[in-house]
């Protein structure tokens, strides 16, 4: 069965998101960041490049603990830049 496309709004959340989870592991590899949230590394990469626009919520809590941040700045952070796009 096919996969069901996601819509504009979905990547654009989904981008945010990874960008919002690369900037948070700043100098460590996908590889130890995974390793360090306990979640596959493959996984780890499809959220970041915003492959997968609802990531399970404990997987996202683990991935950003690991990386030494908190959710409430994750939402922040990530709230700003999906309210802005497609603004002037």
């Not at 496309?5 to 960041?33: F, I, V």
Request: proline share 5%; net charge positive.
């Amino acid at each position: 069965m096919p996969r069901k496309q996601m819509s504009e709004e979905e990547r654009r959340r989904g981008k945010a998101l990874g960008e919002q989870l690369q900037a948070l592991r700043g100098s460590l590899t996908s590889e130890q960041m995974a390793q360090q949230a306990k979640v596959k590394v493959d996984t780890l990469r499809r959220i970041e490049a915003g492959a997968v626009p609802t990531p399970g919520f404990f997987m996202v809590g683990q991935i950003v603990k690991a990386a030494g941040g908190t959710l409430d700045q994750l939402w922040a952070e990530t709230n700003d830049v999906t309210s802005t796009a497609g603004q002037p």
